[in-house]
């Protein structure tokens, strides 16, 4: 199986037998480069072509693949799982029906390459799976629902491994999982649903490292009337959060500078850590108290002083465990492999 996961600035490939992962590649795209690309589907054959050329160098021809499982990107919101990709899934993608994001190439991408190969191509677990409950849709304003975009590949890859640690059943377990990246997503999972969590790309939760995270809706309406609604849609997502406030969004270097003494670096660091510990806390009065562990994950759970910021304010809630990256690499492959095997059946996106 081939599996694909593109992000912003690069593209994440992997060859797998079975669960087994045979090769990993990560091809980065300079900004340079990207800066070319008028549109993002223009970036397609220069991310294929990568990817060929990372298969090419394993000795794999396409037509070799039994599958293709891909990151999926912005869809109508549906349930947890394994989807094929088909025409409909392709067209909403390519026209950024329900917007735009890099992970909108996985399925484009996985389904040609799939095509040359005669083989089924796959999306697993989108970033709008949809388990809200019904309290969790209310925003406030009859005309705006609150809307479910989050890292569910990741989130639900690690709910099931921490699960699993506890000697439990993902599907059994309650637990607060929270994805720290560029984004960052905190979810309260209940019996193997995420019946809450902030939306993770449009202005909403705590601040990441590129995004404003929730803001006073009176000033941020009376800001975009001064500024311009586009303005302030790059400052919510891309332009906000840690890179706003410092002037850059690597993480490493925010440590560095925390370390040194940076009082500035260490406010922000401070209070990433303090929202993100108060989205925990309104995830644990969703689940009423009963929660088994507190799990931190994603790339800046490496962060030694946000970790240990967040683990002070939280632990009294439950057991707090780290699982520092990402496991989606895995979670797609395992996805994928599902349903080769016959143990669970794709689902038909529409």
């Not at 409950?133 to 990741?154: D, F, K, M, Q």
């Amino acid at each position: 199986m081939l599996v694909i996961n593109p992000g912003s600035t690069s593209t994440k490939v992997a060859l797998y037998e079975g669960r087994r992962c045979v090769t990993q590649n990560t091809v980065r795209h300079p900004a340079r480069r990207l800066n070319k690309f008028r549109n993002l589907s223009d970036q397609v054959p220069m991310r294929e072509a990568a990817i060929l050329k990372t298969l090419k160098r394993c000795g794999v021809r396409p037509e070799q693949l039994d599958a293709v499982a891909a990151r999926g990107g912005l869809l109508a919101p549906g349930p947890s799982g394994t989807y094929i990709v088909g025409p409909q899934m392709l067209d909403d993608l390519k026209n950024g029906r329900h917007g735009t994001h890099a992970s909108n190439l996985g399925a484009i991408i996985g389904s040609r390459i799939a095509a040359s190969a005669a083989a089924p191509a796959f999306i697993v677990d989108p970033v709008v799976v949809d388990e809200l409950c019904p309290e969790a849709r209310v925003s406030g304003i009859p005309e705006i629902e609150r809307r479910s975009v989050w890292h569910a590949l990741n989130q639900k890859a690690v709910a099931r491994f921490v699960a699993h640690r506890l000697g439990k059943r993902y599907e059994e377990s309650n637990l607060v999982v929270v994805h720290l990246g560029g984004g960052c997503s905190v979810a309260a999972h209940r019996r193997g649903k995420a019946i809450d969590v902030n939306n993770a790309l449009d202005g909403d939760g705590p601040l990441a490292v590129e995004r404003s995270g929730g803001l006073p809706a009176g000033a941020l309406a009376r800001l975009a009337a001064k500024n311009g609604i586009p303005n302030i849609l790059r400052k919510i997502t891309g332009a906000g959060g840690v890179l706003a406030y410092l002037g850059t969004n690597d993480m490493v270097e925010v440590e560095r500078r925390v370390k040194a003494g940076d009082k500035a670096a260490r406010a922000v660091v401070g209070a990433m850590a303090y929202q993100v510990a108060k989205e925990i806390g309104a995830c644990g009065a969703v689940l009423v108290g009963d929660i088994d562990a507190v799990v931190l994950s994603g790339a800046l759970a490496r962060c030694k002083p946000l970790v240990r910021r967040i683990q002070r304010r939280v632990r009294f809630l439950a057991p707090v465990h780290v699982v520092p990256g990402e496991m989606e690499m895995d979670a797609l492959a395992s996805g994928a492999l599902r349903v080769l095997t016959g143990e669970e059946k794709a689902h038909r996106y529409n």
